[in-house]
């Protein structure tokens, strides 16, 4: 059982792991860029995913798949705010901005969400700031590199020890500047800054990164790894996204899924912890 405070909100995280659906508001996006850019389609898309059984959505303006560049303040904003804004009115389910920059945070929180996502662990100390000011949940994603450099060459002595030290270390820098454990979810970033091998020991060692005592994240929604593995193209990789997401629920090892594919991942989940359930109750 695990809890993770975001404002005045207390996610219980019990039998099964949240699932956290993604709304990108970009035109580069690897998966669908372009296809939720204007408000109203991000919007319809956000509130379908809310039907089909996301806990909560992560709404992001800035892409930041391989190769990407950063997108200014203002033009995130203008992407972001008037989706955050109309979702606050329209679904009670918490919302996390995807972002990492502070200002962006400032005034989606200030909107209404509950959530940062930051892929660069708020290394800007400026959202630390934000994120104590406004008790907000946190999710410290590792990534080596940048976008821009992060797929060139890979390297880790150790992939899962190198990864689980760094999020270790963040955690209690982050902690140290006021925010507050609770608020905190980790996330190993597949995908950010590893090779399709590196990808696949980390998540068969994922239930690792439960000894660093908070909840953990788990990003592998139509990464381009699975294509690799399946050869299917990423509008096609559904399955394989959901067969990764069951092998981690069924590890224990996850307890955030942040995924496009709210439905096929909802019910995979769902019929886990069921079966689950019975094993326990047959003492099988």
């Known amino acids: 059982m695990h809890s993770w405070h975001i404002r005045d909100h207390v996610l219980v995280i ?21 296809r939720f850019l204007q408000t109203d389609a991000a919007v319809a898309h956000a509130l379908d995913l809310v039907r089909q059984g996301a806990d909560l959505l992560d709404i992001g303006g800035e892409s930041t798949r391989p190769g ?10 203008r992407r972001v705010l008037p989706v955050v804004t109309a979702l606050v009115k329209a679904t009670p389910v918490p919302l996390s901005i ?10 989606c ?9 930051d892929v660069t662990a708020l290394a800007d100390l400026d959202m630390s700031d934000v994120a104590r000011q406004f ?11 940048t976008p821009q450099t992060m797929q060139q060459d890979p390297r880790y002595d150790n992939v899962m020890d190198d990864v689980a030290r760094w999020l270790d270390e963040r955690r209690r820098a982050v ?13 190993p970033g ?11 020991e980390l998540l068969v060692r994922l239930l690792d990164l439960q000894r660093l005592g908070r909840p953990i994240c788990l990003g592998v929604s139509r990464k381009g790894f699975i294509g690799k593995i399946t050869g299917r193209s990423v509008h096609d990789s559904a399955a394989g996204s959901v067969a990764v997401a069951c092998h981690a629920v069924m590890k224990q090892a996850v307890q955030v899924l942040r ?18 359930e019975a094993k326990e109750r047959l003492l099988i």
């Open 14 to 34: 019990g039998s099964r792991p949240l699932v956290m659906g993604i709304v990108n508001v970009t035109p580069d996006s690897f998966s669908d860029g372009g």
């Open 98 to 107: 995807d972002t990492s920059k502070a200002e962006v945070a400032r005034q």
């Open 259 to 276: 995924v496009h594919d709210v439905a096929a991942t909802r019910d995979a989940v769902l019929m886990l912890a069921a079966l689950a």
């Open 190 to 200: 597949i995908g950010f800054g590893k090779s399709s091998a590196h990808n696949l």
């Open 109 to 117: 929180l200030a909107a209404g969400a509950h959530v940062i996502n």
């Open 68 to 77: 990407s560049t950063p997108v200014p303040v203002d033009e995130e904003l």
């Open 135 to 145: 008790q907000a949940g946190v999710i410290l994603m590792h990534m080596q590199g």
């Open 175 to 187: 902690i140290a500047t006021g925010v507050a454990q609770d608020n905190l979810v980790l996330d």
